[in-house]
């Protein structure tokens, strides 16, 4: 149970992506995809306790938009008819602007290197001679049925925007729900990116929390400031440091076909500051483009006011994957011994976890009766293997945030040392009250 007494450590952040790819790794959170064949570009794999993490994060999405009860959840096909990308403009306008080096081969997008490099074609690694730009579109082509023709072309969806403006009508009828409303939707999307990369950041497959809120004209502007701060204030309630986190606004040259207005929450990752999430006040562009694809009258008849209208509609659109990259980067700590995750107890895959201090049949025998206990109300797990100092090391990389050990002095007088992950300190409690105490110190956790 004992640890060296803490000599206060200069902590440092995540500086080097390397670092947290092999803590995942080695911990089970995430693999690379296919790694007994040499991997495949730009896919993942979540192990055991990424899954937990990865869980958490929808669940905590989920709840914040479903509780409410202005919003209706959804969950629609990832194969849809392909008109759908023709009326959202992705068939046309879903492009990036590819580059390749003639001599090194490597490849870019031509809007996110120097501009001198694209009129100089001098590529930006070798010298080598860079081509032309050609429009690249991002969307994975595949066919329905057995025929491999033009006309039995469907698409991985992009985003799973367009599952939501399609139901639109389906879900108001059903749900009866009235403007102002929103319908959200957790779910698979697919690019083909031309420079995927940064770890889990940029993939070509990947999760997306995304929720279209469905409002008057004119009243707009209003809930897009009210979306923006909601959204922020979730990523700050799970533990994310505000210094962090910043707004970014779309100039004109930057805003996307379908917005009117669009801010971005950023991050500061080790490679710099990087789109979290975006909230966009898309206007009636997507209904009234499906309303002219489909022909079929979308409107919605406001039954107070007699009027009918297309609804404007303000996205909030956060990837699942990226927001727990964020999770994971934000929560690296590293002193120069001790290598911890202070994930926030939401957030963590196990909430506790009971440590027999030796594997003594009367230990364990205790230990299993507590951790009966604790996992009826907390995701936790229990760990005999190997000294104490090391499995405490070994939950602090997972970023368990509470150690609970049972040793003799538990026999006698029934009570259980717990140890908390970010400060190492330890206190003696009741075994009776362990549960209680534990929902007492995550309900307060960012007090
Ligand atoms: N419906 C709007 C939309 O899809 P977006 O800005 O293209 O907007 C929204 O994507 C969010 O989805 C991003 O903020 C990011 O978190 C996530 N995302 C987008 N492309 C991604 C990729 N290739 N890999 C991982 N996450 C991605």
């Not at 997008?109 to 120097?114: F, Q």
């Not at 209904?287 to 022909?295: A, C, D, P, T």
């Not at 196990?350 to 604790?374: C, H, N, Q, T, W």
């Not at 929902?439 to 960012?446: C, L, P, R, T, V």
Request: aromatic residues 12%.
């Amino acid at each position: 149970m004992s640890e060296a007494t803490p000599v206060p450590r200069e902590v440092k952040d995540l500086k080097d992506m390397n670092d947290l790819v092999s803590l995942c790794k080695r911990r089970g959170f995430v693999f690379p995809s296919s790694e007994i064949y040499g991997g495949i570009n730009a896919c993942w794999d979540y192990g055991p306790l990424g899954v937990e993490l990865k869980r958490n994060v929808k669940e905590l999405w989920w709840k914040a938009m479903t509780d409410r009860e202005d919003i209706e959840g959804l969950d629609a096909a990832i194969l849809m008819h392909p008109r759908v990308w023709e009326a959202s403009g992705h068939v046309e306008g879903f492009v990036d602007p590819l580059i390749d080096c003639k001599k090194c081969k490597s490849r870019f997008r031509a809007d996110k290197i120097p501009a001198g490099a694209v009129s100089s074609k001098k590529c930006p690694e070798c010298g080598g001679e860079l081509t032309e730009p050609r429009q690249f579109n991002l969307m994975f082509k595949t066919f329905m049925g057995p025929v491999e023709e033009d006309a039995a072309v469907v698409y991985l969806r992009p985003e799973t925007a367009q599952g939501i403006y399609v139901n639109f009508l389906n879900v108001h009828q059903s749900s009866r729900q009235k403007v102002p409303f929103g319908i959200a939707q957790i779910g698979k999307a697919f690019r083909n990116e031309i420079t995927p990369g940064n770890f889990i950041f940029r993939t070509r497959e990947f999760e997306q929390m995304e929720m279209q809120y469905f409002v008057k004209p004119g009243t707009d502007m209003e809930w897009f400031e009210k979306w923006k701060q909601a959204r922020i204030e979730w990523h700050l309630a799970h533990g994310i440091r505000r210094s962090k986190l910043r707004f970014h606004e779309h100039g004109k040259g930057e805003l996307a076909h379908y917005a009117r207005a669009a801010f971005d929450i950023e991050y500061e990752f080790p490679f710099g500051w990087q789109e979290l999430e975006g909230i966009h006040n898309r206007g009636d562009f997507d209904l009234s483009r499906h309303q002219k694809f489909s022909g079929k009258k979308l409107e919605y008849f406001d039954e107070d006011s007699k009027e009918r209208f297309l609804p404007y509609i303000i996205e909030t659109s956060a990837g699942c994957d990226r927001s727990l990259l964020v999770a994971l980067v934000d929560a690296y700590r590293f002193d120069g011994e001790r290598t911890w995750l202070s994930l926030h107890p939401s957030l963590a895959p196990y909430k506790a976890a009971i440590f027999p201090l030796m594997k003594k049949p009367e230990l364990l025998e205790y230990s299993d009766r507590i951790f009966g206990e604790v996992k009826k109300r907390f995701h936790a797990t229990t760990d005999s293997a190997g000294s104490i100092g090391k499995r405490y090391r070994r939950h602090d990389e997972i970023g368990t945030p509470i150690g609970v050990t049972i040793d003799y002095d538990t026999l006698s007088n029934h009570t259980v040392t717990i140890r908390h992950r970010d400060s190492m300190a330890q206190e003696r409690i009741p075994a009776q009250n362990i549960v209680q105490i534990l929902e007492q110190k995550f309900a307060s956790w960012n007090a």
